[in-house]
């Protein structure tokens, strides 16, 4: 599979009056045409980060420190405005998290398509605007009647097809989707989702996806990364995250999630809290609540290294191999 993105050793820091936080450590990853990647992890450890440096979206006081990002084998982070202006929706595009937040609410949705293609000099007139966009309501099954109304008037869920369909309005070939469907009920999720994964089969772009439910990503996506503060710590096939995880965090998370068949079992939550990422530990920054640490995992960061087929894993101690008993205390060592 052609790599379309390749995230190397990106490091993304904020800027405080405590000094620098790193928000992103030394992160590396690619995307391949036509993939789902998905990337995991709680709130706070560097997901939507990593998203808005690939379109270079960053504001002071965060700056990209390190690393590289190539698309198409153009480095994103070399680009010169009017580079970045052509870059942006024409070859990565973006649903975020709160499409409410997204469309402008005085502004009709045909307005808003208007604005998109007339930015990017797509068309001669407004006639022309308005059959793009009803071409584009149509792909994402939304009654082309509707693209004079105005944000108020529509559902949740319509809200964030109107926000995928305007992100595919110029055929991108990267999709990014910032939990979208986190305000939504399941059902909707369900249908959106659908769809996405419909038009991604018919249109051919990649998608990085991000989310914090673990569950939900594995139904969508191909390979996913597991993130914990700031750092990769595992990427695998989606199926494997939840069936055989190697990395301790990522087993915690399928831990947290209850099955629909079978035996009852108790869940576990993982111990202790989020890592302060303005006083972060000298070896690995999960050894705080992990139940396999050592002296050696709070002593040494451990590297992202290559655990079998298509897998990586940042541990000292990575989980054994299937079929071998997993012994786990109440609290971390």
């Not at 450890?45 to 808005?52: E, L, Q, R, V």
């Not at 369909?165 to 399941?186: G, N, Q, R, S």
């Not at 915690?252 to 530990?281: A, Y």
Request: net charge negative; hydrophobic share 40%; with cysteine.
């Amino acid at each position: 599979m052609k790599k379309l993105v390749e995230v190397k050793n990106l490091s993304v820091d904020y800027i405080t009056f405590d000094g620098r936080v790193r928000a992103v450590n030394d992160v590396s990853f690619h995307i391949g045409e036509g993939e789902i990647l998905g990337l995991a992890g709680e709130s706070g450890c560097g997901k939507s980060t990593i998203a808005y440096s690939l379109m270079r979206l960053h504001r002071p006081p965060a700056m990209i420190s390190e690393g590289e990002i190539l698309f198409d084998g153009n480095d994103v982070l070399k680009m010169d405005e009017e580079e970045l202006r052509n870059f942006r929706w024409k070859d990565t595009s973006m649903v975020f998290q709160s499409a409410m937040n997204c469309l402008n609410p005085v502004k009709t949705i045909e307005y808003q398509f208007h604005d998109i293609f007339d930015a990017h000099g797509l068309v001669e007139s407004r006639e022309e605007s308005i059959e793009k966009a009803k071409e584009l309501l149509r792909i994402v099954d939304i009654p082309t009647e509707r693209l004079f109304d105005y944000p108020h008037q529509f559902s949740g869920g319509m809200r964030q097809r109107v926000v995928i369909a305007m992100a595919l309005a110029l055929k991108p070939k990267l999709l990014i989707m910032d939990e979208p469907t986190t305000a939504l009920d399941v059902v909707v999720q369900r249908e959106i989702l659908q769809k996405v994964h419909q038009l991604k089969e018919e249109f051919g772009f990649s998608i990085l996806f991000i989310t914090h439910d673990l569950s939900l990503m594995v139904e969508l996506c191909d390979r996913i990364g597991i993130m914990y503060s700031g750092q990769l710590v595992e990427l695998a096939p989606s199926k494997e995250i939840l069936s055989k995880p190697k990395h301790p965090y990522a087993f915690g998370l399928g831990d947290s999630f209850p099955t629909l068949h079978g035996e009852l079992q108790e869940m576990k939550g993982i111990p202790g809290t989020p890592l302060d990422l303005k006083n972060v530990p000298a070896g690995c920054r999960f050894s705080p609540r992990c139940f396999k640490a050592t002296e050696t995992c709070r002593t040494t960061p451990p590297r992202l290294l290559g655990a079998g087929e298509n897998r990586w894993v940042s541990c000292h101690h990575p989980l054994p191999i299937e079929g071998e008993k997993i012994e786990i205390v109440e609290e971390a060592v």
